[in-house]
DNA sequence: ATTAATGCAAACGGTTTGCACTACT
DNA sequence: AGTAGTGCAAACCGTTTGCATTAAT
């Protein structure tokens, strides 16, 4: 949307949060969180690291992990795991959210806020389980492919 | 909690059954399904390789997850994704269960019939989606993690 | 001048694969 | 005998780590 060299909210803050932290703004973390703020939802580490080098083809891998671990500490970010195993980050973990995956087509969901919180609601009063919303994924297969019938 | 009768032995069968599609009855087999039958639940991958190397240190890492795709050809097996992203089988035939784990204490609890049932359904009628509960492991913390208040 | 962060390479853990050999049928 | 299955080692993939070097403060 606008490429001008400064950030949506919360982003535009990154640098001055790490500072406070005594951490370095530097040109790798400035890529990967121009990256973050373009991305909508989740990533996998691995996508991460394509998409960065994609703006900048010197990207490490190990850098782009580092620099996800500071932005998880100063809450930008949030690691979950996805139904295929891989570590998925969750961008703006304001809106957390659960997953829906589907095992025919592979397409993936959000799930809505009524039914995320009706699940917590449920599983904090049959179990007191304190639900982590961006932690979940819930594998199953989608109305269209529910009617392929595909197995 | 045993519902012993209601269900066929299936392991006493798998002989017969590999026989059938053409494949064999081999001694590292065995050793895989004598382990699978005394589980309960859920083993990853890993944990079954050591509970086989534990009955017969010469077990191969690459013989048990062969066959446990050959088990799970036959429908005695089932594969997901735990909350850590390692591979997680599922012994049959218990009924098909979702997984709660605590991020406190690493802890793991199966969700309850009634519990699983309404989050089926919920989903179903939220979004039509058709919820595979063997693959459903919600990450959170238990009642005792949520007392302590660790974070 | 400090010392956080990087680049690189190597290590990791769980899983998969290629291939010659073994052994079930 | 024929071929499924094994053992082994090496490859794999995403991720992590050790360490000397670079660069933000």
Redesign the pocket.
């Known amino acids: 949307m606008f490429a001008t060299g400064s950030f949506a909210e919360p982003w535009s803050s990154v640098?001055q949060r790490?500072?406070d932290?005594?951490?370095?703004?530097?040109?790798?973390?400035r890529t990967?969180v121009s990256v973050l703020a373009a991305t909508r939802g989740h990533v996998?580490?691995?996508?991460?690291?394509e998409r960065c080098r994609a703006v900048?083809p010197?990207?490490?891998?190990?850098?782009?992990?580092?620099?996800?671990?500071?932005l998880e500490e100063i809450g930008l970010v949030r690691?979950g795991h996805g139904a295929d195993?891989?570590?998925?980050f969750h961008v703006r973990p304001e809106e957390e959210h659960g997953h829906l995956h589907c095992a025919g087509c592979g397409g993936r969901w959000e799930i809505g806020a009524e039914p995320a919180a009706a699940i917590v609601e449920l599983l904090r009063v049959s179990d007191g389980f304190a639900v982590d919303l961006s932690h979940v994924t819930v594998v199953g297969r989608c109305p269209a492919c529910t009617r392929a019938g595909t197995s």
Chains 1, 2 share one sequence.
């Open positions: 640098r790490l500072r932290r005594g951490l370095r703004w530097t040109p790798q973390r990967v996998t580490g691995a996508e991460l690291v900048d010197s990207t490490i891998p190990s850098t782009v992990y580092r620099t996800l671990d500071v690691h195993g891989r570590e998925e």
